[in-house]
């Protein structure tokens, strides 16, 4: 008895020590080294002209060279942001084929937006960078903060929403995360990079108060407060210049926010030697991709950044301080990746990184609406359940361009329905198909569209409920890179499909798989429905969390969704704003993005920004401002109490809004200037504190081309959704 006793001391101890040693957070302690300038400098005097031409540009389509002589690494990169890819080719786009390449996939960053919890992000991007780093990356391409302003934009779901703010404070902690291992994050894609079609050419004009008050502030905030190492440029053109060398920008972003990192290129968006080197960017990579030209000699030498660049330089048309400034900012690159001797090794695929992406998956889940609490759905004897939709069984982790990732599992909905329901019966029929291929949209002959339906049909009659799995999905001219949706409405007669199964069970609830908003003429058919995006390795079992109550959805949505396209602010003024002419497009909705735009003109929406149902309910009381009169150098502390009045525990996300109604400037009727996500037991009250600096009311002042704080009245809005604000206060500012 006695030694039994004793074994389980010892086997306690031996636990709590390999815990503290091999735990997530001592790892995190790990202190990145700041590099000395004068370091730096003495490695660069070293170096050839033809040594740091090399290091400006790829030597392959995700490598730049090192400095063999030197022991200087070569410097590796992969996408993406949810997950790091599996290889590629040296030359060509190809995947490499390796079999010790797959790894965790994590949610899209949406879903991790609609969490509207930094902590998570932080997680998210801890593991993240521990992925990448396992597979030996220095840079992992991602996170992407491009502002969402429309519903068609096929990349969409790889950002963090609409709203500036919310955007800012979720890649904070991302890049933070990632960078704790010692792996530059990669912020993308600057700026402007609004939508796919037409991305290589288009011209972006837009006001600067649009510029810096939607479009800049994450990238701004990924600068100063995530200290982020590599920032890419983006395809588009900006006033007439393409974003990746725009001077513009780079004065913004060198110059103004001291970014003391590397710009660089997005594969092959640089386009002149003499811009490249002049404005700013710093590595070129994937220019004329799979090669320029067939000659046996190495066609990465014909990069911009490559011959021409080192031409010039010789001519002494480009003064040498111009590539001594991007290799100094390599080279820190590399101190604080690659030639970090404290940097660790990483891991990939362990139990830590599939609980954090389940955790994710599960928290950005949004239950938009709940008749007759038809969610959740109890696990009970004599119960059968249809999942009918292809999303039920479809790999979403595989498409959707560069973000593609090969995971070592994903769990379907199907799947994570099955091994969750135990006494329910689960019966299934896909109801349509679009085939594997995800750059071809044809729908393949070889399945039978009518005879999947009439299978579909057959199911729901035989059951109590239908479960119905459906949305978008990562093919071309869906939620992908490259080009755009085509339409508002879900794609393969989905809708008809709906109608359909309605007739025949009357009891449908919805799964909807996307990135993005959709039209909903079929909303009134339906009686529960649940926002569920791109989930990761995890999907399953996040979406059987969910539907069986296991889990009680806390998401908001981080966008919103109009009725019909028409009723966003880019399409509200035609063609010209979206998608432009073919050359240009104007952002004629200005500041008004998102429910900025819905609010101000009034015009109610779907579902509005951070709005998001729970299964159980949340009263905020109490609400009140420390003061209500301010001078310019104040904060302003709103306290709110919480309390969860329904049956279980949950979640609510606490907003708070700011406006001003009387300004010398157009302003939008409010805008999120802060939030906070409280977790409750049934029955529990929580008193929140949110501090705004006054700083923050800021508008960006064309007159002076600065921030201008306007004195006078504004109104505090505090709630749970930007259209459902439970008290509103009027302070003022001196
Ligand atoms: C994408 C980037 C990506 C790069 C490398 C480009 O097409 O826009 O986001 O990181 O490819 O795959």
């Keep these: 008895m006695k030694s039994t006793l004793k074994h389980r001391y010892i086997s306690v101890i031996l636990f709590l020590f390999f815990n503290i040693i091999f735990s997530q957070n001592n790892l995190l302690e790990k202190i990145i080294p700041k590099v000395s300038d004068k370091k730096i400098d003495s490695i660069l005097m070293l170096l050839t002209l033809e040594e740091k031409v090399a290091m400006c540009h790829a030597q392959s389509k995700f490598s730049t060279k090192g400095v063999e002589r ?83 934009n096929g990349r969409n779901f790889e950002y963090l929403g609409e709203d500036p ?25 600057f700026a402007l990079n609004n939508q796919e079609h037409l991305r290589n050419t288009i011209n972006v004009e837009v006001s600067d108060r649009a510029l810096y008050e939607i479009y800049l502030p994450a990238f ?15 395809y588009n053109k900006f006033r007439g210049t393409y974003t990746t060398h725009n001077p513009t920008l780079y004065k913004i972003l060198k110059k103004d926010w001291g970014f003391d990192g590397v710009v660089i290129s997005d594969w092959s968006s640089a386009h002149s030697t003499k811009e490249a080197a002049l404005y700013g960017l710093d590595i070129e990579m994937g220019t004329g ?72 998956a599960t928290e950005g889940i949004v239950l938009l609406k709940n008749e007759n609490n038809f969610f959740p759905i109890e696990d009970k004897e004599g119960l059968t359940i249809a999942v009918i939709g292809e999303n039920a069984t479809r790999s979403m982790t595989a498409g959707g361009g560069s973000s593609e990732l090969k995971p070592q599992f994903e769990i379907s909905p199907l799947e994570g329905l099955k091994q969750r329901y135990k006494k329910a019966k689960i019966i299934h029929a896909m109801g349509y198909a679009t085939g594997p291929s995800v750059y071809d949209n044809v729908i393949p002959s070889k399945f039978n569209q009518d005879s999947l339906r009439v299978e579909a049909l057959g199911i729901a009659k035989k059951a109590d409920i239908i479960l119905y799995i459906g949305g978008l999905n990562k093919s071309h001219l869906q939620d992908c890179e490259g080009d755009d949706r085509q339409s508002y409405k879900l794609p393969y007669n989905q809708e008809e499909l709906i109608d359909q199964l309605k007739a025949i069970n009357p009891k449908l609830g919805m799964l909807l798989v996307t990135g993005n908003a959709v039209d909903m003429p079929w909303l009134s058919k339906i009686d529960g429905l649940l926002q569920t995006w791109y989930l990761g390795s995890m999907a399953g079992h996040a979406i059987a969390d969910v539907v069986s109550g296991d889990v009680n959805p806390s998401g908001k949505l981080p966008f919103s969704f109009p009725k019909k396209l028409k009723d966003n602010g880019a399409h509200f003024y035609g063609e010209l704003s979206y998608p432009g002419d073919g050359t240009n497009q104007y952002y004629k909705e200005d500041i008004l993005v998102g429910y900025r735009w819905h609010d101000t003109k009034e015009i109610e929406p779907q579902y509005a920004f951070g709005f998001g149902l729970s299964y159980t309910n949340f009263n905020l009381s109490e609400i009140e401002t420390n003061k209500t009169k301010y001078s310019l ?28 109604e009387k300004s010398k400037v157009k302003r939008a009727l409010k805008e999120l200037k802060g939030f906070e996500k409280v977790n409750l037991d049934k029955g529990d009250s929580k008193i929140i504190n949110i501090s705004i600096p006054i700083s923050s009311l ?13 004195k006078g009245t504004y109104t505090v809005y505090v709630g749970n959704a930007s259209n459902n604000v439970t008290k509103t206060i009027t302070i003022s500012v001196k």
């Excluded at 949406?110 to 801890?126: D, E, I, M, R």
């Excluded at 104040?634 to 279980?648: A, L, M, P, Q, R």
Aim: charged share 20%; proline share 3%; with cysteine.
């Design 70 to 152: 030197l022991g200087i690494p070569e410097i590796w990169m992969s996408d993406g942001p949810h997950g790091v890819r599996a290889e590629i080719s040296w030359d060509s786009w190809n995947y490499a084929g390796w079999t010790n390449d797959s790894i965790t996939a994590f949610p899209a960053l949406t879903c991790l937006a609609a969490t509207f919890n930094p902590k998570l992000s932080s997680q998210f991007g801890v593991s993240i960078g521990e992925e990448a780093l396992y597979r030996e990356k220095d840079v992992l391409l991602g996170p992407g903060v491009n502002i969402y302003r429309t519903p068609l």
């Design 698 to 710: 800021a508008f960006y002042d064309e007159s002076i081309s600065n921030w201008n704080i306007e």
């Design 633 to 660: 150098h104040d904060t302003i502390n709103v306290s709110c109490k919480v309390t969860n009045t329904g049956e279980i525990k949950g979640s609510e996300v606490v907003q708070i809004y700011i406006g001003k």
């Design 289 to 360: 991709t799979d090669g320029l030209g067939s000659n046996s000699k190495n066609h990465y030498d014909n990069y911009f950044l490559a011959n021409p660049f080192l031409e010039l330089l010789k001519s002494g048309d480009i003064s040498e301080s111009i590539i001594n400034d991007k290799v100094r900012r390599i080279l820190r690159l590399r101190y604080r990746t690659n030639m970090n001797l404290s940097r660790g090794f990483g891991r990939i695929n362990n139990k830590e990184h599939h609980d954090v992406a389940k955790k994710v």
């Design 165 to 189: 703010y919310l955007a800012s404070k979720m890649v904070v902690p991302y890049i933070k995360g990632v960078q704790k291992n010692g792996v530059a994050a990669c912020v993308k894609h």
């Design 220 to 234: 701004k905030a990924a600068v100063l407060e995530g200290k982020v190492w590599t920032i890419m440029g983006a």
